[in-house]
């Protein structure tokens, strides 16, 4: 069993930078593939970042050049580094995992991770 758990949300300005992070137990063998999705109000969940085990990384096109996925094996935790914030980055942020680091960890679609956190909010004032 894997256990996720998201902290790190808060409130803060457009230009503002947050932390996020997942602390991780369980299984390691099911989490080779980690990631972050995030839900907004009225929108479907979408994929904002993927980190393989050995380190590769991923991210959807709005997050470029502003966020950063890393991991610190040693502390199980994962992280998210979200900089220049944006209102359209306000959303539900959730950490989620699947044991494999093939194509379904690459295509970071929802419906295709097994273990997913509570979330933790952000919101993004203008």
């Known amino acids: 069993q894997v256990r996720l758990v998201e902290s790190g949300g808060g409130s803060v300005q457009a230009g503002g930078s947050l932390r996020l992070s997942c602390a991780t137990s369980?299984?390691?063998?099911?989490?080779?593939?980690m990631a972050w999705f995030r839900q907004g109000p009225g929108k479907e969940r979408e994929g904002v970042a993927v980190i393989k085990s050995y380190g590769f990384t991923r991210y959807t096109d709005s997050v470029k050049g502003r966020f950063i996925i890393s991991q610190d094996n040693a502390k199980n935790t994962l992280y998210l580094q979200m900089n220049a914030l944006q209102p359209d980055d306000n959303a539900m942020y959730y950490c989620?995992?699947?044991?494999?680091?093939?194509?379904?960890?690459?295509?970071?679609?929802?419906?295709?991770?097994?273990?997913w956190g509570q979330g933790t909010q952000v919101t993004v004032s203008s």
């Open positions: 989620a995992a699947i044991p494999t680091d093939g194509d379904r960890c690459w295509r970071l679609r929802p419906t295709e991770f097994s273990y």
């Open positions: 369980g299984d390691i063998a099911s989490r080779r593939c």
